[in-house]
């Protein structure tokens, strides 16, 4: 029996717009950027300023934004 695979996330810069950063999620070399309408496909760049995060540090980044943390759970996976 095989593993399913990680979902890592990450953080971009606090920009003025975005004070906290966006959160990023990575599954299979693919970025998507958590945004109003779900997650978003950004490509296969991990933008260069972006840190990656803990699941705990995404989900402290998710209740502060006031965003659900099931969100974390529904990152789209290409397989």
Not at 13 to 31: K, N, Q, T, W, Y
Not at 40 to 58: N, Q, S, Y
């Amino acid at each position: 029996m095989t593993r399913p695979e990680v979902v890592r996330f990450l953080r971009t810069e606090p920009s003025m717009a975005f004070p906290d950063g966006r959160l990023l999620a990575a599954h299979r070399g693919e970025i998507h950027v958590l945004a109003p309408d779900g997650w978003v496909h950004l490509g296969r760049d991990k933008p260069a300023a972006a840190t990656w995060l803990t699941r705990e540090a995404a989900e402290d980044w998710c209740e502060r934004e006031g965003w659900d943390l099931h969100l974390l759970d529904q990152v789209p996976t290409r397989d």
